[in-house]
């Protein structure tokens, strides 16, 4: 049966505990604060004005998204792609949602509201990065922030050594990306592609 009420769900699942519905927080707290602090990576998930959405990791040492207070982080917009999806995005509907990690820690932090993106040199001059320093940020206004629990990543084994498989168990991306694209061309080896990377980083 395919499910296209609310009710409808409703009644298959339990009623949340009170704990899970009172977690969620208006603002960051020192808790969410210290999360983000921590995290090198995140999902920044956006959605475009006819509901296409994307989600997007962003990497960086931990703390590189920095809080500005309890209602305002800044997410530096590292060099990448150049596809500007989520960007885009913003500029487009405002709306964003986060997930933080953090490598060894089970629980991870959940926070959505609105942003834009900006050039603001006073913005900018906290991110210093003297070979690829970011042109623009994305400045985050809280709506939601909460902890969520660890069952998702305990239940995967995400940090567990014994979970994680050689890379050759997969193919190289430029090998992927040329089946994908059709290309006559030789793949790009997976050494390569980690030199070009690092070089650019």
């Known amino acids: 049966m395919k499910i296209t009420k609310i009710d409808q769900l409703r009644a298959l699942y339990n009623r949340p505990s009170e704990r899970a519905v009172k977690k969620q927080l208006a603002s960051l707290d ?7 602090s921590k995290s090198p990576f995140l999902v920044l998930s956006t959605v475009d004005t006819k509901g296409k959405i994307d989600a997007s990791p962003r990497g960086g040492k931990p703390g590189f998204v920095q809080v500005i207070d309890q209602q305002q982080l800044i997410i530096p917009d590292s060099k990448g792609n150049n596809r500007l999806d989520s960007l885009a995005n913003i500029v487009e509907t405002g709306q964003v949602g986060l997930l ?9 932090l959940r926070i959505n509201g609105s942003a834009y993106v900006t050039t603001e040199a006073e913005l900018l001059a906290r991110f210093p990065n003297e070979k690829n320093p970011p042109k623009t940020c994305i400045v985050v206004s809280v709506e939601e922030a909460f ?9 995967s084994k995400l940090w567990a050594s014994e979970t994680q498989i050689e890379r050759t168990e997969m193919p190289t991306m430029g090998q992927m ?11 790009e080896t997976q050494e390569e592609m980690v030199r070009r990377y690092q070089s650019d980083l």
């Not at 020192?30 to 983000?36: A, G, M, S």
């Not at 902890?147 to 239940?155: D, G, V």
């Open 30 to 36: 020192h808790h969410c604060i210290h999360y983000v």
């Open 100 to 108: 933080f990690l953090i490598p060894g820690v089970n629980e991870t």
């Open 147 to 155: 902890l969520h629990c660890a069952k998702a990543l305990m239940r």
């Open 177 to 187: 990306l040329k089946d994908q694209l059709g290309s006559d061309k030789a793949p």
